[in-house]
């Protein structure tokens, strides 16, 4: 089969005439920049959606994720564990922090960090723990909640990909003491960028909020002073502010996100039952105490096939596809000796088939079709 006229995108945002109406209010309103009364709307309402007392909008989840590493104390000469199996901005965050990512190795099935694998990797230097919710699903909290009590050490969820999801009925996001969110284009829900960092605890978003306006209270918190507000910088800061053109984007996806969600899972589903008995590849697996939000559906290809043929075949017939994510401990920036065996294999043989909130059925019929004959003829 192939249909290449028609192809299928890996990923699409779902917007419309929604968003754009938003903006348009925002531009009426004349605040446009950064930290505006439209974005703390977004950060009040978000908060409530994953859980938390405190949200900040930020200008992506890196800067998120890097805010949040500050804000906990992290210093140079301190070691972070990290959940390996992921894209290198988790890791990249330590690193700019000043601090040293160590990478834990991964559970086989969820690829998330195998709490055995961080408890065999805590030295004195370590301070904290920066669990990974592998596109979306949660991994086992209470067993790193339980190992970072037990060590003295914080917790910090990258839930770049995890709107929607939960964890024992618990929203992802507040699983941890500080979680960071991404609104990249290929996530869930999305204003091209920006991110989120969310937690329970006053100070650290407090801290957060003057270090992304370049370590003083944004604008907004000085409206309606009764006199003229001059602040003083004593500490050093960043512009990692999300515009409130953006934030209007996010409060209409807010909107859209539980409807985004039964799309994506309806087309989970398809794909599971496609596959089901298909030699040759693995379904991924939704554990049942968390509800998975499928911000990437990725199959495991069997050794024997080359994941990479499947691939390039795959393209020609018009069907989107990429790897996985990255195993980070082989990327050379982070110099790094270590023998992680599982995301490794993980690295090697994951596939990311199409997955995004505009799927038709008939589209999902068309990948499972494709990704049949393409497996089949190099089995």
């Not at 091209?192 to 003083?216: N, Q």
């Not at 996806?253 to 899972?265: A, C, E, F, K």
């Not at 398809?270 to 596959?275: N, S």
Request: hydrophobic share 40%; glycine share 8%; aromatic share 8%.
């Amino acid at each position: 089969m192939s249909d290449s006229a028609n192809p299928i995108v890996l990923g699409q945002p779902t917007v419309g005439e929604e968003e754009l109406a938003a903006v348009a209010e925002v531009f009426r309103s004349g605040w446009l920049a950064g930290a505006g009364p439209t974005c703390r709307k977004f950060e009040e309402r978000f908060a409530t959606a994953v859980g938390t007392q405190h949200a900040l909008a930020t200008s992506n989840c890196g800067t998120a994720l890097f805010l949040g590493l500050k804000v906990l104390g992290v210093q140079p000469g301190d070691e972070v564990i990290v959940g390996d199996y992921t894209f290198p901005a988790t890791g990249h965050a330590v690193l700019q922090a000043g601090a040293t990512p160590v990478f834990a190795d991964i559970r086989p099935d969820i690829w998330s960090a195998d709490p055995a694998s961080i408890e065999s990797l805590i030295t004195p230097k370590t301070v904290g723990i920066l669990a990974v919710d592998v596109f979306g699903q949660p991994g086992d909290f209470d067993e790193y909640r339980a190992i970072a009590d037990k060590h003295g050490l914080w917790l910090f969820e990258d839930a770049a990909c995890s709107a929607g999801a939960t964890y024992k009925t618990r929203p992802a996001g507040s699983l941890a003491d500080l979680a960071a969110f991404s609104f990249h284009g290929r996530k869930g829900i999305t204003a091209g960028e920006g991110g989120a960092l969310v937690s329970d605890r006053e100070d650290l978003i407090a801290h957060a909020r003057k270090l992304h306006t370049y370590g003083i209270e944004p604008a907004f918190s000085r409206e309606g002073s009764d006199e003229l507000p001059i602040p003083s910088f004593h500490e050093l800061g960043y512009n990692f502010r999300m515009s409130d053109v953006q934030a209007a984007i996010m409060n209409v996806q807010l909107d859209r996100l539980p409807n985004l969600l039964s799309v994506r899972r309806s087309a989970a589903k398809q794909y599971h039952e496609g596959f089901a008995s298909l030699d040759g590849v693995e379904v991924p697996v939704a554990l049942p105490d968390r509800e998975h939000p499928w911000q990437a559906y990725v199959l495991t290809i069997a050794p024997e096939i080359s994941r990479d043929k499947v691939a390039l075949r795959l393209r020609e017939r018009g069907v989107g596809c990429n790897f996985g994510t990255y195993a980070s401990h082989v990327q050379p920036i982070y110099g790094q000796k270590q023998q992680l065996p599982v995301s490794a294999d993980a690295f090697k043989r994951h596939l990311a088939i199409p997955m995004h909130s505009n799927l038709t059925d008939d589209e999902v019929s068309r990948v499972i079709e494709a990704v049949t004959e393409v497996v089949t003829e190099l089995s």
